[in-house]
C-alpha cells in the first residue's frame, strides 16, 4: 500500500541554523499539506500546496518557513533560522482528488537546542 | 478561525464498552472530518461528514453530524484495544485549502 514517507524521522539543531525537512507524498497525490504538533498541543495547519503554488498557509507559516516541490516527488519545508518554539513534530500530507482524505507520513521530530 | 472542542478531553473505557466522542464548532461546518492518530505518529483518516444529519459507518465505528452542522458525535460499540488512540475531529474553510483540527479525545481500552 503506498504510504507517505519523511526523512529525517529525528533532526536535532542549534537555535538560528536552517533545517529541511523531506516528504515523499503518494505519487499519484494532487495536494500537499505540512502541520506541526507541540508537544502535548493540538496538531496545527501551516501551509497546503497544490498545482506547485502554496495554495494557503497559516499564521504560523511565516518569513522563516518556505516549500518546495522540487523534482515533483519530494516535498520539503524549509526554516531558514530555527528558534526555540519550531520544536514540534512536523508532518507531512497529501491528498489525491479528495483532498480531505490526506495521508499523513509519520512525522519528523525537530528539536531546537 | 474555526474553533473546534473535543469532549471529553480522555477516555478509559473497559473492553467491550461503547463510548461517545463529541465535536463542537463554533461555526457552521462545510466538512468534518475524522481522524486517529496512535501516539507519536500520523493522523490516520476515518471518514468525512458533509450534509446535516449525515451519518456513516466503519466498522464498528459511527460517526454524525447534526442538523445545524455545527457537533459532530463519534461512536465506537464494543469497543477494542485496537481502537486505542488519539481522536480528532477536523473541518476546512470553504476552499478546501485550510485545515483545523479539534483539540483531540485520548482513548484508552482496558483488556
Known amino acids: 500500500e503506498p504510504e507517505v514517507t519523511q526523512t529525517p524521522s529525528h533532526q536535532v539543531t542549534q537555535m538560528g541554523q536552517e533545517v529541511i525537512l523531506r516528504c515523499v507524498p503518494i505519487?499519484?497525490?494532487?495536494?500537499f499539506y505540512w502541520y506541526r504538533q507541540i508537544l502535548g498541543q493540538k496538531v496545527e495547519f501551516l501551509v497546503s500546496?497544490?498545482?506547485?503554488?502554496?495554495?494557503?498557509k497559516s499564521e504560523i507559516f511565516d518569513d522563516q518557513f518556505s516549500v518546495e516541490r522540487p523534482d515533483g516527488s519530494n516535498f520539503t519545508l524549509k526554516i531558514r533560522s530555527t528558534k526555540l518554539e519550531d520544536s514540534a513534530m512536523y508532518f507531512c500530507a497529501s491528498a489525491g482528488g479528495d483532498y480531505y482524505e490526506q495521508y499523513f507520513g509519520p512525522g519528523t521530530r525537530l528539536t531546537v537546542t | 478561525s474555526q474553533e473546534l472542542e473535543q469532549s471529553p478531553q480522555s477516555l478509559i473505557v473497559q473492553e467491550g464498552k461503547n463510548l461517545t466522542i463529541n465535536c463542537t464548532s463554533s461555526k457552521t461546518l462545510y466538512g468534518l472530518y475524522w481522524y486517529k492518530q496512535k501516539y507519536g505518529e500520523g493522523l490516520i483518516f476515518l471518514m468525512m461528514l458533509q450534509k446535516g444529519g449525515e451519518e456513516k459507518s466503519h466498522e464498528k465505528i459511527t460517526a454524525k453530524l447534526d442538523e445545524k452542522k455545527q457537533q459532530s458525535s463519534l461512536h465506537i460499540t464494543a469497543s477494542q484495544p485496537s481502537h486505542a488512540g488519539i481522536y480528532l475531529c477536523?473541518?476546512?474553510?470553504?476552499?478546501?485549502?485550510?485545515?483545523?483540527f479539534g483539540t483531540g479525545t485520548s482513548l484508552t481500552v482496558i483488556p
Open positions: 500546496f497544490y498545482n506547485n503554488e502554496i495554495s494557503e
Open positions: 505519487s499519484n497525490h494532487l495536494y
Open positions: 477536523g473541518a476546512d474553510r470553504n476552499t478546501g485549502n485550510q485545515f483545523y
